[in-house]
């Protein structure tokens, strides 16, 4: 089963774009309000608060804090809930990977590393072992062509990479 | 860039700056050459071999985005104008916000450059590679030229070169042209032999001192006044002749015109248009970009994101201070007098603060480190930007179109080396010729450019799934032209005059005006058009859209399998 059939990895995605999204909103709407406030509303943004400090000058620190604030949410979120996910799908794949690889050398058919990740092309052998799909796509886009070396191509991890 | 007068540096104090000057070349010299020795091969020479750590890289990530164009400029425009500076550093500042969001997701499926995550959306890489590599080149030549010519400007500036004195035997103009080659040439040689490893270092040895010699400043001149901000304020809007409405928003940008509610109204969408490039644009500029690929993982660049947030978020806190201490401290009309643009805001606050401390020599002293931290800055930024530049043209364009994405590793990086050569002859060249023009508006460009240009091929790769080759091109491309078109036809290249003075605040002389569109900065229109033309192009060759391919990009960038 490739990563990208993994029902983990449609709730890695699912999970990470919302993330990506309550942020960009949250601070796109955040600072275009400020922008639009110091070209907009001035009489707001001149108020005065205590002493020389005025709403304008309030507004402009909080744009500071927001920024700090949303970036350390970020990475909490991203850090408490998005890496563990990812490695897990990754450990899982690379797991697959090497059990394949070990029946290969015990003398069954070829290996394809693509099947695993599901982001490479065929590594060799026409079928894989045990009647998985060798490929979760209709036909291999052309140009995907077998590679034909002992190495996967393109740096293909087999000790894996982390998020 | 006119300077009327300078900041008098005399004696003593240009000695000491010159000493300090040299000091920082011979050690950025020294770290070149290290580097040089430790460089072998593409990864070492575009990459750093991958191996800076997560704060290093933020230390140098800051250090690309902190200009002296953000350090004098910002501190000097919060100086003349006031509340306006602040607002336009909070722009700089939360443009990281897309970065953070971006960085992973490039970090895992690139391997040096944009075009290396576009690239992987498409069968036929050329044209792609094509495209990210011209917008690459001229997003970082237009901002070299305006960085040089500043540099010129400043340091003819700094050391207190007045047209018609001369220096080391040297009239001004001659010193500029001087300054300029030096500073292309000197960065070149960080590029060509210490690749993205010289480059990294020299990039963190800056922000360092650049941080310290704002956090210094920031606490000598809070200290003055009993480290109360209200305090500050007060004296900075007494000095600056405006009262309060010096700490209010409208005295630079979107000025209110009365009796003319279009011209104000324009005023007001050209501030929000300079906002929405500020905040888009960062994230599409090639030597950020660049930067995401010199650590291990992912992980690593988010660290990195994150401290090149806190250094920026802290620097920028710090020229708030720094710019209004400027004013109460110095006054308007002084900084004012030295060069009209606000540049020597912070020197001269710098030397006020010494003075006040220790006397003329501690005047004398404290401008001459500023001067030379603004010089490294120069050089570092500069450096940052031929790297990027270099890294493109052999990477994208010689490694993946000539050779067809299989030259020799040699080859390419000798390819590179040369590159970084080419790339400073041609930022120098024009800007020796530019140093009289105002060019200020070139960096504002930049960033239109990036955000027009290459947000939008950058962000559709990595979220739509029908994104082609085509819709690449035809963003890249349009949104570029279209930032370039409207610059070109805006008041900033002809037809704007000042009110009071009646002299020509554009790049053209008065009496030339062929300007049709309205406002200064062109990223309200470009940005939008170039998301319209990369999606239109997408739907234009519907049958080139290959949902495999970003099912594979998908799996890539968010679990980093098959991460480089």
Redesign the interface.
Same mark, same amino acid.
Request: hydrophobic residues 55%; positive net charge; without cysteine.
């Given at each position: 089963m490739?990563?990208?059939n993994d029902e983990r #990895?449609a709730i890695?995605?699912g999970r990470?774009?919302r993330l990506?999204l309550i942020?960009?909103s949250t #601070?796109?709407g955040w600072?275009?309000l400020? =922008?639009?406030a110091?070209?907009?509303a !001035?009489d707001v943004?001149?108020y !005065?608060l205590?002493?020389? =400090?005025?709403v *304008?000058?309030v507004s402009?620190?909080l744009?500071?804090v927001a920024?700090?604030v949303?970036?350390w949410r970020?990475?909490r979120h991203?850090r408490a809930v998005? +890496?563990p996910l990812?490695a897990q799908? =990754?450990a899982d *794949?690379e797991e697959r990977v090497d059990e394949a690889v070990h029946r290969r050398a015990a003398g069954s058919s070829a290996v394809s590393y693509g099947t695993a990740?599901? +982001?490479?092309r065929p590594y060799l052998g026409p079928t894989p072992p045990d009647g998985t799909t060798s490929y979760p796509?209709p036909t291999? $886009? +052309?140009?995907m062509v077998a590679y034909p070396g002992p190495t996967p191509p +393109?740096?293909? $991890?087999l000790t894996?990479?982390?998020? | 860039m006119t300077l009327a007068g300078a900041a008098s540096l005399t004696g003593n104090g240009r000695a000491i700056t010159f000493a300090l000057f040299i000091a920082f070349v011979c050690v950025t010299l020294a770290i070149t050459v290290w580097a040089r020795m430790h460089t072998d091969g593409a990864v070492d020479f575009y990459a750093g071999g991958r191996k800076f750590s997560g704060p290093q890289n933020g230390l140098a990530l800051a250090g690309d985005h902190m200009s002296a164009a953000s350090f004098l400029g910002i501190a000097g425009i919060i100086a003349l104008s006031g509340y306006d500076g602040l607002l336009y550093s909070v722009g700089f500042l939360v443009a990281w916000l897309p970065v953070l969001l971006l960085v992973e997701l490039m970090r895992n499926t690139g391997r040096f450059t944009m075009a290396d995550v576009l690239a992987r959306r498409v069968r036929r890489q050329s044209s792609v590679r094509i495209a990210a590599a011209v917008s690459t080149v001229t997003v970082s030549v237009f901002s070299l030229i305006a960085q040089m010519v500043g540099a010129g400007a400043l340091v003819t500036l700094l050391l207190g070169v007045r047209p018609g004195a001369s220096f080391l035997g040297m009239s001004a103009g001659t010193a500029e042209v001087v300054t300029i080659v030096v500073v292309g040439a000197l960065m070149t040689s960080y590029v060509t032999f210490g690749g993205m490893k010289g480059t990294t270092w020299v990039q963190i040895v800056k922000t360092a001192l650049l941080m310290f010699g704002a956090a210094l400043m920031t606490v000598l001149v809070l200290g003055r006044f009993g480290f109360d901000l209200s305090r500050l304020l007060g004296a900075a809007a007494g000095a600056s002749g405006k009262g309060h409405a010096f700490l209010e928003p409208g005295l630079r940008y979107g000025r209110d015109v009365a009796g003319h509610s279009s011209r104000t109204l324009f005023d007001k969408l050209d501030f929000v248009s300079l906002a929405l490039a500020l905040v888009l644009g960062t994230a599409g500029l090639p030597h950020i970009v660049t930067r995401f690929y010199t650590v291990p993982d992912a992980r690593a660049a988010r660290t990195s994101v994150n401290w090149a947030i806190g250094l920026v978020g802290a620097f920028y806190l710090m020229t708030i201070a720094l710019g209004f201490g400027a004013t109460a401290l110095v006054g308007r009309r002084e900084i004012l007098a030295r060069d009209p643009a606000g540049n020597t805001a912070a020197p001269l606050l710098a030397r006020e603060l010494g003075r006040h401390v220790a006397g003329r020599i501690g005047g004398d002293v404290m401008l001459a480190f500023v001067a030379s931290v603004t010089f490294a800055t120069i050089l570092a930024v500069v450096a940052g930007l031929v790297m990027a530049s270099a890294t493109s043209l052999a990477h994208d364009y010689f490694g993946n179109v000539l050779m067809l994405g299989r030259p020799r590793e040699r080859q390419e990086v000798a390819v590179a080396r040369f590159a970084a050569i080419l790339v400073g002859a041609v930022a120098i060249v024009p800007a020796v010729f530019a140093r009289h023009l105002n060019v200020a508006f070139l960096v504002a460009l930049a960033f239109a450019m990036a955000a027009s240009a290459n947000l939008p091929a950058i962000v559709l790769s990595l979220f739509w799934r029908r994104f082609n080759a085509t819709g690449m091109v035809a963003g890249i491309y349009g949104g570029l032209a279209a930032s370039i078109v409207l610059v070109v036809f805006s008041p900033v290249v002809s037809g704007k005059v000042d009110p009071v003075t009646g002299q020509s605040l554009s790049l053209f002389p008065k009496g030339t005006d062929f300007h049709w569109f309205p406002l200064d900065n062109p990223g309200l229109v470009s940005i939008p058009f170039g998301f319209l033309c990369a999606v239109a192009g997408t739907f234009l060759r519907r049958g080139e859209s290959d949902p495999d391919r970003y099912a594979e990009l998908s799996v890539r960038s968010l679990t980093g399998a098959g991460a480089h």
């Open positions: 490739a990563i990208r #990895f890695l995605k990470s774009r990506a942020i960009l #601070f796109l600072y275009f400020y =922008v639009l110091a070209a907009f !001035r943004m001149a !005065r205590f002493g020389n =400090v005025n *304008a000058l402009g620190l744009q500071f920024v700090f949303l970036a970020y990475t991203a998005l +890496d990812a799908i =990754v *794949a990740f599901g +982001d490479e796509g291999p $886009p +052309d140009g +393109d740096g293909m $991890p894996g990479g982390t998020r | -």
